[in-house]
C-alpha cells in the first residue's frame, strides 16, 4: 500500500488494519461510506489506546 494514507499520523500496520476492517464491514453488507466510518473509528481508538505520542 505504499502511498495510500487513508488516516493521518497511524503506522503502516493500522493502515493495513483499517483495509482490513472496511473490506470486512463490506463483506457485511454495509454501505461504503458506514464501512470506511468504522473501519476509521476502530482504528483511531486502537491508535489512542496504543500511548502514541500526542505530537507526532
Partial sequence: M????HLA???DKEQRM???IKESE???GRPTK???A???ATVVK????KRHP???
Avoid: F
Wanted: charged content about 25%; hydrophobic content about 25%.
Fill in 2 to 5: 505504499p502511498g495510500k494514507q
Fill in 9 to 11: 499520523s497511524v503506522s
Fill in 18 to 20: 483499517y483495509e482490513h
Fill in 26 to 28: 463490506l463483506k457485511q
Fill in 34 to 36: 458506514r464501512a470506511k
Fill in 38 to 40: 468504522i473501519a476509521a
Fill in 46 to 49: 486502537h491508535h489512542n489506546s
Fill in 54 to 56: 500526542k505530537n507526532k
